[in-house]
T-cell receptor
Framework: AQRVTQPEKLLSVFKGAPVELKCNYSYSGSPELFWYVQYSRQRLQLLLRHISRESIKGFTADLNKGETSFHLKKPFAQEEDSAMYYCALGPYNQGGKLIFGQGTELSVKP | EAGVAQSPRYKIIEKRQSVAFWCNPISGHATLYWYQQILGQGPKLLIQFQNNGVVDDSQLPKDRFSAERLKGVDSTLKIQPAKLEDSAVYLC?????????????FGAGSRLTVL
């Protein structure tokens, strides 16, 4: 089965604290993994994808095939990071669709 | 570039009524997706078009939902008759190509409330 699991519905941290949003996936092939973000009153938008291996807004994510994980990390959270974060799996050769996790709400307190 | 356009933004109907949502993707994007997002859940794919052909509609409740993309550009998603559990945000997204995993660009969504 192709599935994405985000175990935390809500993650609350203080400004300046490290953040880790967890994502685990179930997929038998070689996946492409993404993190999408939705800020308040804005559209769902791409944050980063694993093949890019880049840091966006201070966030990084490493694909761990052994643990089937793609956790999103940031060393020092900022208040503007408060948003809904969705991990998504792109199955190979299935037309480009994405399978989303249920999302984690990140709340960064001052 | 203009983004993905969706209308209406909000719709309230009674159960058993019908509703239609419209989506205009980014110009040149061959692939169009309709997702359903129920409150507290992640988006779930309903149907995917490549140009005007259906690529995947395995999770579309075909007894009540239908979608079309006649000229390979705009798309319409219809629900008839609506049920209470159809209350959700209907997201349209588009991407350049339909092979491999793509970067999807999403519209603002159409929020449906079924009473």
């Amino acid at each position: 089965a192709q599935r994405v699991t985000q175990p935390e519905k809500l993650l609350s941290v203080f400004k300046g604290a490290p953040v880790e949003l967890k994502c685990n996936y179930s997929y038998s092939g070689s996946p492409e993994l993404f993190w999408y973000v939705q800020y308040s009153r804005q559209r769902l938008q791409l944050l980063l994808r694993h093949i890019s291996r880049e840091s966006i807004k201070g966030f990084t994510a490493d694909l761990n095939k052994g643990e089937t994980s793609f956790h999103l990390k940031k060393p020092f959270a900022q208040e503007e990071d408060s948003a809904m974060y969705y991990c998504a799996l792109g199955p190979y050769n299935q037309g480009g669709k994405l399978i989303f996790g249920q999302g984690t709400e990140l709340s960064v307190k001052p | 570039e203009a983004g993905v356009a969706q209308s209406p933004r909000y719709k309230i109907i009674e159960k058993r009524q019908s509703v239609a949502f419209w989506c205009n993707p980014i110009s040149g994007h061959a692939t169009l997706y309709w997702y359903q997002q129920i409150l507290g859940q992640g988006p779930k794919l309903l149907i995917q078009f490549q140009n005007n052909g259906v690529v995947d509609d395995s999770q579309l409740p075909k007894d009540r939902f239908s979608a079309e993309r006649l000229k390979g550009v705009d798309s319409t998603l219809k629900i008839q008759p609506a049920k209470l559990e159809d209350s959700a945000v209907y997201l349209c997204a588009s991407s350049l190509r339909g092979t491999g995993a793509n970067v999807l660009t999403f519209g603002a969504g159409s929020r449906l409330t079924v009473l």
